[in-house]
């Protein structure tokens, strides 16, 4: 069985993220969403709201699932026996992290690849981070988040 690992913060999750899950589980079969948790980063939204939102967004999605890892991501990707870490790859900015990160974690577990899909041209521009500031100030964040759980966020940002 090919598993596969989609980290991320998903604070909270935005339709971009929704777009890889999508794309990468029609590659898998089996496709771990891990919701990273570290103590040192203050999310806004805690680890149980980012894991609800994230399993609602999801459901309709049968290969899926939601997890949750701390500590480094290559261990987590080893021990749930995964083949690959996929990730999205918005603009040029993105590059510089992931590569960084992609080669360290390739230095920790030559066997681990991470392949990175394109973003969605719908999404290059969407971040978590826009999503939280549109939606604390009033702005629309209809098609930018899943329907499933848009009035969820508006809720909780509002
Ligand atoms: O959505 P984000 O904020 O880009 O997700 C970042 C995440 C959770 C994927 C990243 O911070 C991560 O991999 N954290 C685990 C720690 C780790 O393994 N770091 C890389 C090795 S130096």
Known sequence: MKTWICPGSFDPVTSGHIDIIKRAAKMCDRLIV???????????????????LLEKSIAGI????VDEFQGLLIEYARK????????GLRAVSDYEYELQ????NKRLDEGIETIFLMSG??????????VRELASNGGDIR???PDEVLDDI?????
């Not at 749930?80 to 990730?87: G, Q, S």
């Open 80 to 87: 749930m026996e995964a083949a690959a870490i996929v990730k």
């Open 34 to 52: 891990a919701i990273g948790i570290n103590d040192k980063k203050a999310p806004f939204l805690t680890a149980g709201e980012r894991r609800r």
């Open 143 to 145: 098609g930018l988040v």
């Open 101 to 104: 990160m992609a080669l360290l």
């Open 62 to 65: 049968p290969n899926a699932e």
């Open 154 to 158: 508006m809720a909780k940002y509002r």
């Open 121 to 130: 041209i719908n999404f290059s521009f969407l971040s978590s981070r826009a």
